[in-house]
């Protein structure tokens, strides 16, 4: 059953997988949904509980996933299904890597649609399409960009197609090259947008509104979304960072790894909540206003800004790029998966991924136009997808990655892996033991029990 691990291609030079994994974490996660999230589940507390969960479960989790892809040279299921039987263990846990692939390939779905607002944005930004208008009139904007289903088929299908050829092209020359300027130029386009928010008015209410901890103001709900939030923005338990931990040169510490892409990862979403919470105070508007936030507000900072014209056209680039390198992420598992056990070319395994994820694409993307009402319990396709993965199969698969790191695995294999010191080792299994799993078990609980009553 289990094939012997082939020697695999490898990130070229040093920088290689931190730029790659680093690419995959930043995106439209930390500019466009955390913000949202944080608006609308009240601010402060959902901050807290997002910053302490990634600490507690995202930081060892993403530890775990480097290491299962690096030991076991595959896609998620063929890495787990080595390194479990490495451990004289039955391969039942590849399910895990099962529920990951899923999971990256379902979020891609409504990513690649939020992805084309960006990339529609930029195409305002450049062609006037944004100037001169207020509060309302961006709402409507946003309104009409999302009516018309050729028009936002358009972009989502632009995404698609663009995400599909960078991949197609292969592990170094697509993926490694772009992630190099794109980081820096979001961060020195969010420290702009922070700076006018600093002499624009708003900026102490955005401050105290994101980091002032109310303890009241957050629900289990919000609890659950902040967890699911951490695993979404790190890109785990999702294929994408275990995969890319596949391409990993044996000697790259681990641990070092998963701080810095950790650490960049929440500067950027603490930076973009920054960027973003002024504009929505000095306007008025509301911080729950929902997935249109930053589409309704930004754009209102670009207008009153000086060389705002210039600034935005460049930031809805970076965002662009953000959303890219991000969305390639999410496919490598499949198409590694597919190139390793169905003997397909990488580019016959990225179009045939494509044209499902196109399908399944669009019919998110119709969520905001014509299948406005194809809802079930409330919600729709998009809202699925999203929901689905965020607050269940993510979680989940992060309890199933710690619980099978801390328990089922030869502790020497990982040990090996990591190259830690004794102390820093017995930290790492004391959270995948015990703080990751508990926490996540705790949340999820509370969570279910007021669904309940
Ligand atoms: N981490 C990415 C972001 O914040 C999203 C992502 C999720 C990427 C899952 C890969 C896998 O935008
Ligand atoms: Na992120």
Not at 138 to 153: C, E, V
């Amino acid at each position: 059953m289990t094939t012997p691990a082939q020697p695999r291609t490898q990130w070229l030079g040093r920088w290689g997988f931190i730029l790659a994994a680093t690419g995959s974490a930043v995106g439209l996660g930390n500019i466009w949904k955390f913000p949202y999230m944080t608006g609308e589940y009240g601010g402060g507390a959902f901050v807290l509980v997002y910053l302490a969960c990634i600490l507690a479960v995202g930081v060892p989790v993403m530890m775990t996933e480097i290491a299962l892809g690096r030991r076991g040279r595959g896609s998620p299921v063929d890495a787990i299904r080595r390194v479990v039987t490495e451990s004289g263990r039955t391969s039942a846990w590849s399910l895990l890597g099962w529920m990951a692939m899923l999971c990256g390939f379902m979020i891609l779905s409504f990513y690649v649609v939020v992805a084309g607002w960006a990339f529609s944005y930029l195409w305002k930004m450049l062609s006037g399409g944004l100037a001169g208008s207020g509060v309302e009139e961006m709402g409507a904007i946003f309104g009409a960009n999302n009516a018309n289903p050729f028009n936002l088929g358009f972009w989502s299908t632009l995404v698609t197609l663009l995400t599909m050829l960078i991949v197609g092209k292969g592990v170094q020359k697509g993926i490694e090259k772009s992630v190099s300027w794109m980081m820096p130029g979001m961060v020195v386009m969010l420290a702009i947008l922070i700076l006018y928010g600093v002499f624009s008015g708003g900026f102490g209410q955005a401050v105290h509104f994101l980091f002032a901890f109310n303890a009241g103001s957050l629900s289990s709900e919000g609890m659950l979304a902040a967890l699911g939030h951490a695993f979404f923005t790190l890109s785990l338990a999702s294929g994408a960072i275990l995969t890319y931990g596949s391409y990993l040169p044996a000697r790259t510490s681990i641990a070092r790894t998963t701080l810095s892409v950790a650490l960049a990862d929440t500067v950027v979403a603490l930076m973009a909540g920054l960027a973003i919470f002024p504009v929505i105070f000095a306007n008025g508007m509301d911080p729950g206003e929902g997935p249109g936030l930053i589409f309704m507000s930004l754009p209102l900072a670009f207008q009153a800004m000086p060389l705002g014209t210039l600034f935005g056209i460049l930031f809805f680039i970076m965002l662009s790029m953000a959303a890219l390198t991000s969305s390639i992420s999410m496919v490598e598992a499949t198409v590694s998966w597919l190139c390793d056990n169905k003997g397909l070319s990488r580019r016959t395994a990225s179009w045939s991924t494509g044209i499902v994820l196109w399908l399944i694409s669009t019919l998110a993307m119709l969520s905001f136009n014509v299948g406005a009402d194809w809802t079930l319990a409330g919600k729709h396709f998009f809202d699925w997808l999203d929901y689905l993965t965020s607050r269940w199969m993510m979680p989940l698969g992060g309890l199933g990655m710690a619980l099978l790191a801390g328990f089922v695995l030869k502790n020497a294999i990982m040990r090996e892996e990591f190259g830690l010191s004794g102390p820093v080792y017995a930290l790492w299994l004391f959270m995948v033991r015990y703080v990751s799993p508990l926490g996540i078990v705790v949340i999820f609980i509370d969570a279910l029990g007021v669904a309940e009553v």
